[in-house]
């Protein structure tokens, strides 16, 4: 009798296999990413110790610094503070002074308002007077005028 061989237990040998093979890969993978995030934390360890020690090394020069820059602020600290109240002092002046030019030109704009209302008003008064004048002046040189035209009419009518 022939034996058939069931080719079942082959594939899954074989898939098996293939499965083991890509863990395995997988697993590499990750070891290697592992890897070369040690190799960064310890990049980054050093340059952390590098910039540490780079601070101390200036931590007394900043100190010193520090020191020299009170010291200088606490000689100038009343110059500083003598300056700071004469500008302020000299701010009050200004904005008084400020204060004094817009009365000033508000007086000035009501006095030259006032000017002008009192031209007009002067203005008008002599072109009043003017007009009566001249209507004064023309009826009492009008009438003798009239007179004497009526009578030379008349002397003409008689001759």
């Known amino acids: 009798m022939l034996q058939k ?7 899954q040998s074989l898939m ?26 310890f990049a980054i360890y050093g340059v952390g110790r590098r910039m540490q020690k780079n601070v101390m090394g200036m931590t007394p020069r900043m100190q010193s610094l520090k020191s020299s820059a ?45 000017e002008r209302d009192m031209a007009d008003d002067v203005f008008e008064d002599a072109m009043t007077r003017a007009r009566q004048t001249s209507r004064f002046v023309g009826q009492e040189i009008a009438t003798p005028i009239r007179g004497i035209a009526h009578a030379l009419r008349r002397l003409r009518r008689a001759a």
Do not use: C, M, Y
């Open 16 to 41: 098996n296999d293939t499965l083991v093979i890509i863990i395995g890969i997988g697993t590499g993978i990750a070891a290697l990413g592992l890897l070369v995030q040690l190799a960064l934390w």
């Open 5 to 11: 061989h069931d080719p079942l237990p082959r594939v």
């Open 70 to 114: 009170q010291a200088s602020f606490g000689e100038v600290k009343v110059e500083a503070f003598r300056i700071r109240d004469s500008v302020r002092d000299a701010i009050t002046v200004t904005k008084r002074d400020v204060a004094t030019l817009h009365h000033l030109k508000d007086d000035a704009s009501r006095l030259v308002q006032h």
